[in-house]
């Protein structure tokens, strides 16, 4: 990949992708608003490394091993939106702030790390920047790891920018009725996420 060339529209793919809601968006989002930034910080970082590990592997390989073997990609699918829907019920659970927050817990960095594996935007994003701006005959490790280090650091980016949003929504919900509504909105839009994936 010459990055000269390719790497200015790589940048606009990241910004693209990774800064229009989704999955990670609406979960850092709601986590803010319920716990606050700073506890929402480990599922920022999980959701990072993990999306930088999953554009290193479909990069490196597990993309043909997904089209060579239909099953696995359909168990996947199947498996990524249990795990979503159990999100979703966390998130609608979320306890206000006070002290029953201090003993209640956001989604931490493994649970998160284990969302991008089953989100099905992660995986556009990756197959579309790793189809789009690698060349044929170039060097596959070099540009999967620009690829790699590009959309993570914009993901990084994106739900920080997110959970900041959420921290400024939660000085709004005060009001148990408005928290307990936003909550459920919250994990309906994560669940409603889905629906491209199966229609």
């Known amino acids: ?19 229009t809601p989704g999955p990670n968006v609406i979960m850092v989002t709601a986590s803010a608003a319920n716990f606050g930034f700073r506890r929402t910080v480990p599922q920022m970082i999980g959701l ?11 990069g490196l390989g597990l993309a043909g091993l997904l089209e060579a073997e239909p099953r696995v990609h359909a168990a996947l ?16 659970r979320a306890q206000p702030r006070g002290d029953a927050a201090k003993r209640a817990k956001p989604i931490g960095l493994i649970e998160a790390a284990l969302l991008q594996w089953v989100n099905p935007k992660g995986w556009v994003s ?23 280090a590009v959309l993570a650091t914009f993901c990084f980016a994106s739900v920080a920018l997110w959970g900041g949003f ?12 408005v928290r307990t509504a936003f909550n459920w909105s919250m994990a309906g839009l994560l669940v409603a996420s889905l629906i491209p994936v199966f229609w």
Do not use: D, H
């Not at 699918?77 to 609608?92: E, K, Q, S, T």
């Not at 790793?130 to 070099?142: H, P």
């Open 1 to 19: 990949m010459s990055e000269g060339v390719l790497l200015g529209p790589l940048v606009l793919f990241a910004a693209a992708m990774c800064f």
């Open 48 to 58: 990072t490394f993990s999306f930088g590990a999953m554009i290193v592997a479909v």
């Open 77 to 92: 699918r199947y498996a990524g939106a249990a795990y979503l829907i159990y999100l979703a019920w966390c998130i609608a």
């Open 126 to 148: 990756a197959l579309g920047a790793l189809a789009t701006y690698t060349s044929a005959g170039g060097n596959v490790v070099w540009e999967t790891a620009i690829i790699a």
């Open 166 to 177: 959420g921290t400024v929504i939660g000085r709004y919900l005060k009001n148990p009725r």
